[in-house]
């Protein structure tokens, strides 16, 4: 279900204990020189929607479409909020829903560059909203990362920004949107073993990389593996997990008090 | 052209001079009983991209979806952002426009409670670009207040708000989304002479009205006049009122100098 | 009743059902080569208090002089507060006339560049202030247009700042301050048939307008059609229109319930 | 000379090396039974306008009324802006000053309450705008300290708030706006030696006071001492201690440079 | 070497190109009923200052003391910042120390509730300097989690808070500071598989969990597997782990431009 | 007591009518070619634990080390909070302790440039936590003016910044942190007799200073006087100051109410 699809007595006959709102956010930044701008708010939606689906008794709230995405900026067409104002958007979009009555929100991220920021809002809206509902932030890739790993052909590295991943997803559901043609290969060097530019990679430093300075393109990784296939496997994966989590946060408890 | 489906290359390759930008913003808020909540971005961006395409030489950004609608909240599934808040969304986005070079700049909003936000925008934001772009704020309704005066049938009240203005749109554009069989009319009371209802309505005064304490469905008007051919006429003349305005846009100068 | 000169006991007295409290606002910005700063406050103030005499029970608050005047920075004398901070000055204000139990304030405008200010404002204290005090907001000419329609001389185009309206206003009222030799009429082009100049008429769109782009003078309008006679006739005109609204907005009811 | 009065070509003529410009602060608040409301602002205002036309070459700004007086809230009429507000008002008014050109602001406070807000400001605009300007504020009873210590009549802890010396300079400017004969005297006690109610005392710990839990009416000290003869007088000393400071702050050096 | 105990001349010649500024922050919280309330800022700044004289060209700024412990605030003694007063102090510190012209700085944070926190400030403080400095920030548990992996005792879930990793660390470094006898093991329930509550597991969802719903005492874990020798060798792993990396980061170059 | 190094329980076992929280700050800034960074918050630290240990029943916070220092910024190693960010920290810090139910927090302050900082925070926390807790502000120099101006042997001008006051203390305090050998002398000329640069000087007028402005290397005043005998003096005085205002300030009533 689409929240701005339905009617306000919609909403409000759902029920409260069973019902999961989720709240897709992604960017709108360069994607190599074959990919929209609007890529990760695109697949943040889609998955959720499939998730909500699959899963049953969720909501899912129409996304803001923009991110932080400062270190996209060079390259035409990114749009950058600043952190703050993202979290100021969703602050006030989780609010509203918790002056509904929902119990369990989720925002559900498609951007990389957002991840500092919902790992905030996790803890700044679950402690404002303690008692009367519980908000959980994730990155559906990080979440699937295990099924994505298994499925992926690229070598580390490979897989980081408009490729080999995100690249087969867009195909897979928007296909007219993909120029393959333009498709550049690029294995960027972040410039140290302590970074990595994989998309489900792991570090434990944080810094700023201005994408140009890793890509000419914009592209991190080998979008010429891409393919529709791969993008449902992917998108399956994506939603079987994303899915899996929602049954499980269904039935987390709401601690009582105030905060 | 919706710039979340170009590339990054296909942005950088639009020329500065011609090309004029819009960002669509509207509200997730009730819409009666038989309208769904997203009604006002929905609208707001159809219309853009309607005008686009006939205009020429337009890209539209893609709708934050949220707006001004601390009114409504009184009535589940309405969503409001703090006006601060969708003030740095609006900042942020179009500082993020200029500084990929383009010159005009025109927010098209299609809900009345954003009124406000966007003639403060329309001064810090022109001020703020000033010798680099130049930022026209508007709401579609009023650009085509005369066209829409000339079709509508209901009388002075009767078109408010989840009315026959924007139920016909709805019918016209997403009829799937219409559940006419639940709307009521209401043609609210105000409270006083100084003050109107009516979307093309014209008043000195503002003032905050909760829309719980004008209509018990949150109808404002009638939407029994509502038909997908009024929708069609109402759009129309919606459409080339906004594609005239770009026209004329397009050929305003852009002062120079800093501020 | 000017509020400053009134001692804390007998603002106590105050029978908090029948008093309607007004804020004047305006701004200190040039005003052509013959009008002082001070005029859009002078203005503002000189309506509020003679309407307050006229329709009994009203208080006015001392105004805090400056408005949103970024577009007249570039002469000499113009001072302006940034768009957030004429904000807060209002919302700690109209927080500290409702703490002493008021329950109808009037923001009462001179200013065309505050108008996107008081129209949030209307919708922001009036949400805050729901259940306690109703709040209005209003720009004095435009309340009274239809008298001012009726007394001008000036073409369109020849009433928009230290024009024949405001000039006739400060010779009625503070005639010293008016070096009427140096006046300069000045019939700007606003570049666009969406654009006005004039104080009292419409228009759809909102832009940024720096004066020094219209006016080499900041004059915008006529002022050689300007007396003191015909500033007696626009002042008694704006008063009515005020104490009318004044008297209907005395009666309005007050919605019971916080949000 | 009152800037607000001034003509914009006027304030553009002024010599930027000798204009020394006055921004006036004060507060809206209890005086007791007897004091206008306006008292504090209106007392820095006659002082700064009295040793501006002493001194020559001063511009004095209008007073923006209100202050921080959290502090009497309790009684009916005072008014208070949140600290931060008043700095963004004195903030908005100096970079506006500067932005003229002008090199030398005095902000002269006429409110104990408003007294950390100034000491911040001097610290913060002398920051930003050091190379272009240098900005001063104090407080002109204190700056008048020894003056007003030989005149006065009160005890220690006899002149604190609509005391023998606010009630003697406004029976001296104002004498209609005292009401003598509803003054009440109290001396207040404090709770420990460390702290005094007295105007010019010296302490070096701060607390906050309510003023309702010092005094029943709001008044500390005793204003039956007070009478237009010793306003004469207090006012001379004041505006003299005030004028001959502006004669040494026009020769202080700007240093040069950026910040 | 301790900033703070340098003087500003032995600042000043310190080689910009090879030296490292740490900046360790942590927090003031409950640590069991057996641990100091300083136990994360305690940690955090021993570690640096032990990887610096091992390193080699680095100084350590003092630490704020104080972190994001909203979820801690249920036990005496914790102390919180909100979320965006941690980043404003950092913000601050790092623009004083880029000022003063070194280019590589490194946030060394010892709690797991700022962690979010300094993953947005990688991203917008990297991008505020870029050009002039790299920031990076990191967890000093996450760093060298391999080799406390290798150390541990416990089974997943017994390290979490006040546990066998932090009770050794302060037993090694500060051990009148430990009152052991008092420690109480929990091995909390987090209420999901998705969910860990141990210092370096790994999970992908995000969400808010107040430490009085996990754990009676404020343990999470268990210190009685804790010793001073297994703190020694704890500590050693985090600062050879530190060490190296900084190591590696004065190799980093810095990009040129502005953004 | 040190706060950090007490667990939650003996926290949660305090008196809390008896026992007076102590919050040290300072800054982090030149001082001198001889004397450290850390100077101002040492020293505030110190004095308070010292006065701590001779009042008895006093907790004393860790200090956040940085304050307000942007007129040392040409120095290197000096670090500034901007105004609103220290005011943050503070708000914080002592939300964090009333919430654990102490009623009297003392605010020690070690540097003369958060003076305003501090004078606001009397007042805007004093409001804020009005009926739950007294928050007292105060310069630790200043409280124990009368006992160093008995002990100093530098003339007026002599003791400002580095100088014989503080070169001394942290002599007698930290001996191994004073270059003696490379301390300068320097009386300034703050350019006007309205001001003064010896720290327990007085002034009516505020304005910012610049020290690169006053002082080749930053010292204002005669380190030749300092020794550690004198630090010892000073020392004592200072903390038998604070002590006998801790014991005063035990005793002062909590009002009721709130605000």
Same mark, same amino acid.
């Given at each position: ?9 919609e909403i409000?006959?759902?029920d409260r ?5 989720v ?11 074959h990919m929209p701008?609007?890529?990760d708010t695109?697949l ?8 909500a689906?699959?899963a049953g ?6 996304p ?10 060079r390259?035409?067409g990114s749009v950058?909020l ?9 602050? @006030?979009?989780?609010?509203s829903?918790v ?6 929100i ?9 991840g500092?920021?919902?790992d905030v809002?996790a ?9 009367a509902?519980r908000i959980?932030t994730?990155?559906y890739f ?5 099924s994505?790993a298994?499925?992926?052909q690229s ?6 920004h408009?490729?080999?991943?995100e690249t =087969? ?6 296909p007219?949107?993909?120029?393959? @043609?333009?498709?550049?290969?690029i294995?960027?060097d972040? /410039? =140290?073993r ?5 998309l ?7 810094v700023?990389?201005d ?7 914009g ?5 010429s593996l891409? =393919?529709p ?6 998108f399956? /994966?994506?939603?079987d ?9 269904r039935?987390?408890?709401?601690p009582?008090?105030?905060?």
């Open positions: 279900m689409r929240w701005e699809e339905l009617t306000s007595p409000g006959a759902l204990d069973k019902t999961v709102v709240f897709p956010i992604g960017s709108v930044e360069q994607h190599g020189n701008l609007g890529t695109i943040a939606h889609e998955v959720s929607l499939a998730a689906g699959k008794n969720v909501v899912v709230l129409p803001p479409w923009y991110g932080f995405s400062a270190h996209h900026m390259f035409p950058t600043r952190a703050e104002t993202l979290m100021a958007v969703a602050e @006030d979009v989780v609010a829903v002056k509904h009555g929902f119990k369990r989720l925002v559900v991220n498609g951007h990389g560059g957002n500092g920021v919902i809002l803890s700044t809206l679950g402690h404002k909203h303690y008692g509902a959980v994730l990155t990080a979440l699937a990362r295990d994505i298994a499925l992926r070598e580390a590295g490979g897989m980081g408009a490729c080999e991943f =087969s997803l867009v195909q897979h559901l928007r007219e949107l993909v120029k393959i @043609d333009r498709a550049k290969t294995y960027p972040p /410039g =140290s302590y970074l990595t530019t994989d489900i990679g792991s570090q434990a430093v944080r700023y990389h994408f140009g300075d890793l890509s000419p393109t592209t991190l990784g080998d979008p891409a =393919s296939e791969a993008g449902r496997n992917f399956d /994966g994506s939603v997990a994303l899915a899996a989590f929602i049954d499980d946060f039935g987390w408890k709401i009582e008090g105030q905060q």
